[in-house]
């Protein structure tokens, strides 16, 4: 089996992160990107919010309350992310960070991985 390039990973991760938000949370991101930065993997993901949380989001509580109930759903995830990225780019999760902005929609998500993807991607 070929090895696969920078861009073929990105975009497997991009796919797989785009059907875990439609199957664990509801919802998909309108638009997705993933860029592999030596032990970094780093998810842009726009128009993650449903109607309902836009909503919620034009108070200042009801925006902390979407922001902690959708990082807390995000962070339950880990067993499935874990083995997204063992299964994607065949190394072992160490840490994820996420945030999201209830003003734009966009969230962004860091994982950090127990390989540095650059060297093995060369």
């Given amino acids: 089996m070929p090895k ?4 073929e990973l990105e975009a497997e991760l991009t796919k797989a992160i785009i059907k875990f938000e439609k199957d664990y949370l509801g919802r998909g991101p309108l638009e997705a990107r993933t860029f592999i930065l030596g032990d970094l993997i780093l998810m842009r993901l726009r128009g993650v919010l449903t109607p309902a949380e836009l909503k919620l989001a034009e108070t200042r509580e009801g925006q902390a309350l979407v922001k902690e109930t959708r990082r807390q759903l995000f ?3 880990w067993p499935f992310l874990e083995s997204l990225v063992r299964e994607t780019v065949g190394c072992g999760l160490l840490s994820l960070h996420t945030d999201m902005s209830t003003r734009t929609g966009e969230r962004i998500v860091v994982l950090t991985v127990d ?5 093995r991607l060369r």
């Fill in 115 to 119: 390989q540095n993807l650059d060297e």
């Fill in 75 to 77: 962070e339950t995830s």
């Fill in 4 to 7: 696969k390039t920078r861009g």
